[in-house]
């Protein structure tokens, strides 16, 4: 065994070189592997790449170059010379060493006569360059094609490259393509979100446009509201507006779903139901007596439930709805209660009288008879209606909230305004939630 050739003191040692230059390669690799794991901007990048390779090379010329299949071109994304930063901006014709590279998807190595090489194989030069001595590229890959070359010059010496700088620069450029692929689609992903966001702020200043810029101001009574939206759009929506003859509508409803196909719906049943409350309005009739009360609820519901149910019954939207007209004068409160959570009725005393359903969810099924109810809010009361994103929330412990310890927010020296705030406030800290993961929405009205 001692005289196996294979066992010759110049092999060990040959082998022990090739080991540690294996092992400098791999500390190479991992190193530059570990930059791009912190890199996302493509440039940075390229010049991460570029940087290592000059400085463990024996190459004072150092270049990344993409290549643009469609037009046949390559753009220098890096280019570097005698240590000194090189800029070709634009586009140029691929041709010579780079296009055997691509064609072949193949290292390319020159290491003598690379002047005569060239000019056979139509190499393009740049004018104010030197002609290399030795020339070394390899591809650089995207979806198994050719998506780029990444080539190194010595200017000084033939044969300065070999095959374990082929090895060690095929390694650098494939981890190159992996991260610039990777790069390319989070940026394409993060302006596609830019884009997504702008459209979701736009449809939401819209929404907001649907919601009333002031409530109105009753001679005896305070009204507040608050919207709270889950995302950057809302399926719940409120409505207050005057009808004929001094009379109020007040509207608290929630689109089932979230986001903005629930959203898109919000202004529909928004528009519908004003637009049946005050059909007279729109048609430019004028009102000489006093409408029904019931006429105007039933008339807004059914004409609502009606289009949703016959036009839009395959999207499976409904929303649940508490609508209710107000006579200021009285405090006669008449209502149809769609599916929505009861609002409640607070007394002065603390007592609490809930108004109940009177029908099932508006959109589902066409022609639903829903009956009036009516209710008188006095002086000191408080009705206050809420959606179900306040009473479906939970804590860490998985136990559901209880609207009911909000009641004794509701003080008379207390605006309206500032209690429905205080309400949203206990709400996130019993969830711990810094935006709710449904929409809330609060409506109330006190008669002082």
């Not at 590279?101 to 020159?110: A, K, N, T």
């Not at 006579?327 to 609490?352: F, M």
């Amino acid at each position: 065994m001692v005289d196996d050739p294979l066992f010759t003191r110049e092999n060990f040692k040959r082998l022990q070189k090739d080991l540690a230059q294996r092992e400098t390669q791999l500390a190479i690799i991992n190193s530059v592997q570990e930059g791009l794991a912190a890199h996302l901007e493509v440039q940075q990048i390229y010049n991460l790449v570029g940087d290592r390779v000059r400085e463990i090379t024996n190459a004072q010329v150092v270049m990344i170059s993409n290549y643009d299949r469609a037009s046949n071109t390559i753009e220098h994304r890096y280019a570097i010379e005698s240590n000194q930063r090189i800029i070709y901006p634009g586009r140029h014709p691929c041709g010579g060493f780079r296009s055997r590279i691509i064609e072949s998807g193949q290292p390319y190595l020159v290491n003598t006569h690379v002047a005569e090489e060239a000019a056979r194989m139509g190499q393009p030069t740049i004018p104010g360059t030197v002609t290399p001595k030795s020339w070394l590229g390899v591809p650089m890959f995207v979806g198994g094609q050719v998506s780029g070359v990444l080539s190194l010059q010595n200017l000084d010496y033939e044969n300065a490259f070999n095959k374990s700088d082929i090895r060690l620069l095929q390694t650098l450029a494939n981890s190159m393509s992996v991260a610039l692929e990777n790069a390319r689609l989070w940026e394409e992903e993060h302006l596609y979100r830019q884009a997504l966001e702008h459209e979701f702020q736009i449809g939401r200043k819209i929404q907001t446009g649907f919601l009333p810029e002031t409530l109105p101001e009753l001679k005896g009574w305070e009204i507040a509201a608050r919207l709270q939206p889950a995302r950057e759009v809302a399926g719940d929506f409120y409505d207050v507006f005057p009808l004929p003859h001094g009379k109020l509508a007040l509207i608290l409803g929630d689109v089932c779903d979230k986001g903005l196909g629930a959203a898109l719906f919000m202004t529909l049943f928004r528009s519908l139901l004003r637009a049946g409350a005050n059909i007279n309005f729109y048609t430019r009739q004028e009102v000489k007596t006093d409408p029904s009360v019931n006429d105007c609820l039933k008339n807004a519901v059914l004409l609502t439930n009606n289009y949703i149910a016959e036009t839009h019954g395959e999207t499976g939207m409904f929303a649940t709805l508490f609508f209710g007209v107000l006579d200021p004068k009285n405090g006669t409160l008449a209502y149809i209660n769609a599916g929505q959570q009861p609002p409640v009725l607070l007394h002065p005393d603390c007592s609490e009288l809930p108004l109940t359903r009177t029908g099932p969810a508006m959109g589902v099924f066409p022609d639903i008879e829903y009956a009036v109810e009516r209710v008188t809010l006095k002086t000191g009361d408080v009705l206050l209606a809420y959606t179900d994103g306040l009473t479906e929330a939970t804590n860490p412990q998985g136990e559901l909230f209880d609207p009911q310890t909000l009641w004794k927010l509701f003080e008379p020296a207390i605006p309206l305004q500032t209690s429905l705030d205080q309400i949203l406030c206990v709400h996130q800290e019993f969830s711990q939630l810094a935006v709710p993961l449904d929409d809330i929405t609060l409506l109330a009205i006190g008669g002082k």
